[in-house]
C-alpha cells in the first residue's frame, strides 16, 4: 500500500498545477563539489528530469508526420527534421515553412507545459536543440523562452546539443539521418565551438541553466580516444565564454568504463553522462536486472572518479512497467544519480499509451502531412498537438511524483 504522503501531494499536484508556480524566484546556480552536484549554498541536488523531444528536433516515429509521399510522387520520404521541411519549403516556400514550423512548436510546448512539469514533481528538463537552430530567424530565441518558463518555476534546463554540425552519428535524431560527418571533418568541430562559446556567453548568468550536454549521443567517434579529443575541444569552447556553468559529457555508447578521469584533463564543474536503453528486453525481469547493473556502474565509476553522473535519457519500453520503473528511479534516487527520462510527450496516428511519454493521444489523431497540407491545414492540424489536448499516462506520473515526495 502506498503511503499516505505521496498520494496526497499527487493529489494536490494534479487539482492545482499551477498554484504558486509563477511567484518561484530563479532557481540557485549549480555546480560540482567531489561527486554531487550542489547548489550556491551547498545543499546536494539531484536533478529530476524529462527529456523536451520532438520540440526543436521533430522524430517521426514519435510524432505524427505522414512519412511516405503520394503514390506516383518523385519526392523523397521524410525521416528527420531537415527532409521534413525541405519538402514544405519546396511545395509552398520559406514563408509557409517558417509559419507551420512555428506552429508546430507552439502547439508542441508552450508555457503551461512547465506547469505540468512542476506538478509532476519535475526539477530539470533537458533540452534538445540542433546546430542549425541559429541559423534560423530568431532561432535561438526559442531557448530563451524555455529557460525563462522553467527558471519561473523553479526548474533547471540542460541545454542538450541534440544534433552536432555534420552530424555526430547516422541517426536521424542528430536532424539529418545517414550523414554522420561530425568527427570526420574538422570545419564541423570548430562550428561546434563557435556555437558552444555564443550559447555559454548568452547564459552565462542564467541561474535557471543547469549546464551544457556537449554532443548527445556521439556514437560517431572512431573510438574512445577520438571522442574525448573532441570533447576536449567543446568543453575549451564552453569554458571560452562561461567559466561557471556544469559542463555534461556523454560516453556516446562507448562504454561508462572508457570515459576519461576530468583531474587529469583539467575540466572542472563536469558531470558524466550516459543513456540507458534495454531494447533487448524480452521481460521485466530482463529491464530490472539491466537496471539494476547499470546504477552499479554508476556507483563504482563516481567511486573511482569523483565526479558527479547523470542518466540523461532512460525509458523502460520494451516490456516495462510501473513497477520497474519505480524500482529504477527509486534505486537513482537513493543513490543520489541524476536523471531524465525520454520523453515528456509523444503522439502517434494512430494513438496509444507507453513509458515512451508522460502524456499521449489515446486514439487516432489526423496526421500532419508535409506532402499535401495547405498552410491553413497544417496549422489547424497543430492543434492536435498541446498537451492538453492528450491523455496523462498516470501510472507513470505517478512514479515521478512519488519519487519527487520522497526526495523532500
Not at 540542433?130 to 533547471?156: C, F, H, M, N, T
Not at 555508447?253 to 531494447?279: A, Q, R
Amino acid at each position: 500500500m502506498k503511503t499516505f504522503l505521496p498520494c496526497l501531494l499527487a493529489l494536490t499536484a494534479t487539482l492545482f498545477p499551477i498554484a504558486g508556480a509563477h511567484a518561484a524566484a530563479p532557481p540557485s546556480m549549480l555546480h560540482a563539489e567531489g561527486d554531487k552536484i550542489v547548489d550556491a549554498k551547498g545543499r546536494p541536488i539531484v536533478l529530476r528530469g524529462v527529456n523536451l523531444g520532438g520540440w526543436l528536433v521533430e522524430e517521426p516515429w514519435m510524432q505524427p508526420f505522414v512519412t511516405k509521399p503520394p503514390v506516383g510522387s518523385a519526392e523523397p520520404p521524410v525521416q528527420d527534421h531537415v527532409t521534413l521541411w525541405k519538402t514544405v519549403e519546396k511545395r509552398l516556400g520559406a514563408d509557409a515553412k517558417i509559419k507551420m514550423r512555428t506552429a508546430f512548436r507552439d502547439a508542441w510546448l508552450n508555457e503551461s507545459d512547465f506547469d505540468r512539469i512542476h506538478a509532476a514533481g519535475f526539477n530539470c528538463v533537458r533540452l534538445p536543440f540542433l546546430a542549425s537552430l541559429v541559423d534560423e530567424p530568431g532561432g535561438l530565441d526559442w531557448l530563451d523562452r524555455a529557460v525563462a518558463w522553467a527558471g519561473k518555476r523553479q526548474i533547471y534546463v540542460i541545454l542538450d546539443l541534440h544534433g552536432a554540425p555534420g552530424g555526430q552519428s547516422d541517426q536521424m535524431h542528430t536532424g539529418q539521418a545517414g550523414v554522420n560527418q561530425f568527427f570526420k571533418d574538422d570545419k564541423n568541430v570548430h562550428a561546434a565551438e563557435d556555437l558552444w562559446t555564443r550559447l555559454a556567453r548568452r547564459f552565462r548568468k542564467s541561474s535557471a541553466v543547469a549546464g551544457y550536454d556537449l554532443v548527445n549521443e556521439p556514437m560517431g567517434a572512431a573510438n574512445s580516444a577520438a571522442l574525448y579529443v573532441v570533447q576536449n575541444d567543446l568543453y575549451q569552447a564552453v569554458r571560452a565564454g562561461d567559466p561557471n556553468h556544469l559542463v555534461f559529457v556523454e560516453d556516446g555508447y562507448k562504454g561508462i568504463k572508457d570515459m576519461p578521469d576530468p583531474s587529469v584533463l583539467g575540466w572542472t564543474n563536469v558531470v558524466m553522462s550516459i543513456h540507458y536503453y534495454n531494447f533487448g528486453a524480452k521481460t521485466p525481469e530482463d529491464q530490472t536486472k539491466s537496471s539494476d547493473g547499470m546504477v552499479s556502474d554508476i556507483r563504482a565509476e563516481r567511486e573511482k572518479r569523483k565526479v558527479p553522473y547523470y542518466l540523461g535519457e532512460f525509458c523502460m519500453e520494451p516490456h516495462g512497467t510501473p513497477e520497474t520503473l519505480a524500482r529504477f528511479v527509486d534505486a537513482m534516487q537513493d543513490q543520489s544519480i541524476s536523471w531524465s527520462s525520454w520523453t515528456y510527450k509523444i503522439t502517434w496516428v494512430k494513438g496509444g499509451q507507453s513509458q515512451w511519454g508522460l502524456y499521449s493521444n489515446v486514439k487516432p489523431i489526423t496526421p500532419l502531412d508535409p506532402f499535401q497540407d495547405t498552410q491553413a491545414q497544417w496549422i489547424q492540424k497543430c492543434s492536435q498537438l498541446k498537451t492538453e489536448n492528450l491523455d496523462e499516462y498516470h501510472n507513470i506520473t505517478t512514479v515521478y511524483r512519488e519519487a519527487s515526495a520522497k526526495s523532500h
